[in-house]
């Protein structure tokens, strides 16, 4: 169980990395048309922003898979592996699982009455549907929760070892 969550959590990172490559696009363009041709484009400003929380909020659980969270490292470092793994069933158990619950319930509720409200954005030629890139809230915080599962058991499987 715990290879499949870490190769779908691998091919969601590819899928973040091209929506990342189309961001940095779309934003080159974007500023191009904006100050060579004075053209702008408030779909073009806001589907970058929609990029941009695809990249977020689907890359925190790939942060969590690789160890490269924010931490106060000077600490964890010096400590002994099974303090580390101590540490990590702590965090998970008591921050990182609970917040990411909490994360989905809200959220889903939050996209439902964007989707049943048939929310827009406010801006004359803005984007349709901004129920869509609320729903990445809750799957990434699903994505999340699958993830620190994961790292659940192999930290309690490491520190039973150690």
Partial sequence: M??????????????????????VVLVVFDATSRYLFSHGSTALQELEWHFFDVVILLSIAFTLRYNAHVRVDIFYDRFSPKTQAFINIVSALFFVL??????????????????????????????????????????????????ALKELISDIKKWKSL
């Fill in 98 to 147: 609970p917040l990411s619950f909490l994360i989905i319930y809200i959220g889903i509720d939050f996209v439902e009455m964007s989707f049943v409200q048939h929310e827009a954005s406010s801006d004359p030629g803005g984007l349709k549907y901004r129920w869509i890139v609320k729903a990445l809230m809750p799957l990434g915080f699903i994505f999340l929760l699958l993830q």
């Fill in 2 to 23: 715990l290879h499949v969550v870490d190769k779908f959590m691998k091919y969601v990172a590819y899928l973040t990395a091209v929506i990342l490559a189309l961001l």
